[in-house]
């Protein structure tokens, strides 16, 4: 029953690590580019909610429910302000830019919050959990953040699949100039990705900063994480990305079951072990973004 | 009235000059054929006019507005459609997807009315295509546009002769639409079967212009390869 427990859990998390991977992997699916500011956005965004539910009424759920397009504005703002320029001169400078930005936004949050570690408070329901049976019982914050998820997941394939600026999307990340010539602006085709990225993975930061504590400079701690989902599912798909959680997610929970210190370090080997066996992911090759 | 007019227009790659001072106009609902060896800079002089590189000089005057540094996708949008060299079609897109892909039509009868067999394999991936059947799919991607000015690329490249007959004989249906057409060809032959006008450039320049029937073979031999006849 410990084992069922322990994948049970590392399934949901599983879920939480998909969340937060998608930004990324969608960044790199249509534009080509490696976000490392990815952790530190979604440690922005747990600050902004932490600092609104602190000095006005509004709650957790309100907070979210403004940051979120908050940081679609501002992952629009990003790709067309700085990351675009940047990509007209090659990878390297969109790597170097977002590299900066992760470094602006650790030092501007200590600045702002100094060094200390917080956490957002849910209430009660940080620790309220649905007992299965006497020895099984899940959390009804993981619960809901998996159920996010899959609900982003699919809205995001959705998305891709059957819309016109999806279709566009798709297009764009084929050939940028091909779909100019069909009338798109890859400027602001970018901008919508990034937008997505940006509002997926503040919310997986708020879920994220609801189950542990934070501060400034967890960001690229977390960021491995998402790395290590992406790469173990597969870069550039969306359900790849969520098997990729759900594989990191499986060998945190059981290598905390062998023994506590072994978590982290379960989690790196299987991806290394994909990196040197299957370096192509585990759903490979049908791209979606 | 001439839809296009590109005047002394030139285009640099470094130090290269790939279109040097080349001025042409298409009056409206008329096909010009741009013709000359590899390396004329014809597909150079497409690319300026839609936009997607920026000339070093000249203008590009469409429909009676300065567009000479209007970007590609704006161009696109007011129907200026350039059917790329090497087809371009978006891999990971079906046939019907790529035909969508940035559409002002809503659907794509138009284009399986052209190509009827697109029709029974709209769901299939484009990678899946064989050469002509993807310059086929490219040049209905750029006719759901509803193009006013249709830049065809070099659409018989790499092509069977029966493909090239195949995409030929789509374009008298799309010029009686009233799409103005500025075509460029190596292959001579077709380029003066289908065009009202032609232009010959070499080395970035043009040196023979006039409709096919008042250009003779010998004229277009001479212009093509920028022979100098020797004094007799």
Redesign the interface.
């Known amino acids: 029953m410990i084992w069922v427990n322990a994948i049970v859990q590392g399934l949901l998390l599983g879920g939480l690590y998909a969340l937060f991977a998608c930004g990324l992997s969608l960044m790199f699916g249509v534009m080509r580019i490696v976000n490392l500011a990815h952790g530190d956005m979604a440690v922005l965004a747990a600050f902004l909610v932490y600092s609104i539910i602190i000095t006005t009424p509004i709650g957790v759920l309100g907070a979210t429910l403004i940051v979120l397009p908050l940081f679609a504005v501002f992952g629009y703002l990003v790709q067309t302000g700085i990351l675009s320029p940047a990509l007209r001169t090659g990878p390297l400078s969109t790597l170097l830019a977002t590299f900066g930005l992760s470094i602006v936004i650790q030092n501007a949050l200590q600045q702002g919050y100094s060094a200390d570690t917080r956490a957002l408070d849910v209430g009660s329901l940080v620790s309220a959990s649905l007992h299965i049976t006497g020895q099984l019982s899940v959390a009804y914050l993981s619960l809901i953040t998996f159920g996010l998820a899959i609900v982003v997941l699919v809205a995001l394939q959705l998305f891709l699949s059957r819309t ?1 600026t999806g ?2 999307m ?2 764009t ?3 940028p ?10 400027r602001h085709v970018y901008g919508i990705a990034t937008a997505i990225a940006f509002a997926t993975v503040a919310l997986a930061g708020l879920m994220f900063a609801m189950q542990s504590s934070f501060s400034p400079s967890i960001g690229p701690t977390r960021l491995i994480f998402a790395f290590e989902a992406v790469v173990i599912g597969g870069l550039g798909s969306l359900w790849g990305t969520l098997v990729g959680g759900m594989v990191l997610g499986l060998a945190q929970t059981i290598g905390a079951q062998v023994d506590p210190a072994f978590t982290l370090l379960a989690g790196h080997l299987i991806f290394l072990a994909v990196l040197a066996f299957r370096p192509q992911g585990l759903i490979a090759a049908r ?1 979606t973004a | 009235m001439n839809l296009l007019v590109v005047d002394q227009l030139t285009v640099r790659h470094g130090q290269l000059t790939a279109v040097n001072a080349v001025s042409l106009d298409v009056a409206d609902g008329t096909t010009l054929a741009v013709i000359g060896a590899n390396g004329a800079g014809k597909t150079t002089l497409l690319r300026a006019i ?1 936009g ?1 590189i920026m000339p070093a000089g000249g203008t590009v005057t469409y429909d009676g507005q300065n567009v000479t540094r209007v ?4 161009l ?2 007011n129907g200026i ?2 059917v ?1 060299e090497g087809r ?6 079906t046939v019907e ?2 035909l ?4 002002y039509r809503r659907n794509v009868n138009s284009v399986i009315e052209l190509f009827p067999w697109i029709g029974q394999r709209r769901r299939q991936s484009a990678r899946s295509l064989s050469g002509g059947e993807q310059q086929a799919v490219a040049i209905g ?2 006719l759901m ?1 509803n193009p006013r000015l249709l830049l065809l690329d070099e659409i018989s490249l790499g092509l069977s002769p029966v493909a090239v007959q195949g995409l030929y004989a789509a374009l008298p249906d799309i010029r009686a639409a009233g799409t103005t057409v500025l075509l460029v060809e190596q292959d001579v032959s077709q380029a003066l079967r289908v065009a009202d006008r032609v232009l010959c450039l070499l080395e970035g320049r043009p040196v023979l212009t006039g409709s096919p029937a008042e250009l003779t073979p010998e004229a277009i031999e001479t212009a093509y390869f920028g022979l100098t006849r020797r004094a007799s």
């Open positions: 016109g279709r566009i798709r297009a990340a084929d050939d100039e091909a779909a100019t010539l069909s009338g798109a602006n890859p791209r | 839609a997607t970007p590609a996708h704006r696109a949008a459609r350039l790329p371009r079609l978006f891999p990971s897109l997807e790529n969508l892909a940035g559409a991607r750029a546009g």
